[in-house]
């Protein structure tokens, strides 16, 4: 149980256009997801939070008008990079915690790699 | 705000244990975690432990939690060439479960 999945799980985009990430909850409904960035060797940075039917919590530093965050049902969020450029080149991954998990387990995705050329 | 270190590499035989140790600032912290990333892949929960436990063992991970000198270890039993991954240390508040990252150490396994 707990799985989360995320799609694409690699993308490559011209700079200048937008890519969206999906982040779904596959057996289990996500009341709050998060959305990390992690860069070669480095560990991960929380870009954002977001719970279900609310507006995202952005932590200090990230765009929020670059990184649209979406949450709209209990089991997908979506993060959009709006106008990418090759320094956004990273690996995207999303964590989920919800119902039924006691709260304090966060489960994470497989990771998106996005490259900007 | 809360730090959390960890050592960037560990290198251990086959067969012998492993011990990734990992410190942290904030004595409100919660919630433990240690997560497995391998290359190329995700995270996967490995394991958490409470504060207000010191030890839990699940097969052959061990998970020691020293409140008092905020240092957090896994051992790793037995240690075979699949444990090869990064272990990432973690904690949260109880406020709002948000993670707080170390920067992870790399397994290494010797033949």
């Known amino acids: 149980g707990a799985v989360v999945s995320q799609h694409p799980s690699r993308v490559i985009c011209k700079s200048g256009t937008s890519v969206k990430i999906e982040c779904r909850s596959l057996d289990f409904q996500a009341t709050t997801m998060f959305w990390y960035r992690q860069f070669p060797k480095q560990s991960l940075m929380l870009m954002a939070t977001?719970?279900?039917?609310?507006?995202?919590?952005?932590e200090q530093g990230v765009e929020k008008d670059k990184f649209l965050i979406n949450h709209a049902s209990l089991t997908l969020s979506t993060l959009t990079v709006t106008s990418a450029h090759p320094e956004d080149s990273s690996f995207y991954i999303c964590?989920?915690?919800?119902?039924?998990?006691?709260?304090?387990?966060?489960?994470f995705g497989p990771g998106t790699r996005l490259t900007v050329t | 705000g809360e730090d959390v270190e960890q050592s960037l590499f560990l290198s251990v035989r086959e067969g012998d244990s492993s011990v990734i140790n990992c410190t942290y600032t904030d004595s409100s912290s919660t919630y433990l975690y240690w997560y497995k990333q391998e290359p190329g892949a995700g995270l996967q929960l490995l394991t958490y432990i409470f504060s207000n436990m010191d030890m839990k063992q699940d097969q052959r991970l061990t998970v020691l939690l020293n409140k008092k000198d905020k240092h957090l270890s896994l051992r790793i039993a037995d240690t075979q060439t699949g444990d090869s991954a990064i272990y990432f240390c973690a904690v949260a508040m109880d406020s709002n479960y948000q993670l707080i990252w170390g920067a992870g150490t790399k397994l290494i396994i010797k033949p």
């Open positions: 977001s719970n279900e039917g609310s507006k995202a919590t952005y």
């Open positions: 964590s989920a915690r919800g119902q039924g998990l006691g709260g304090y387990e966060q489960y």
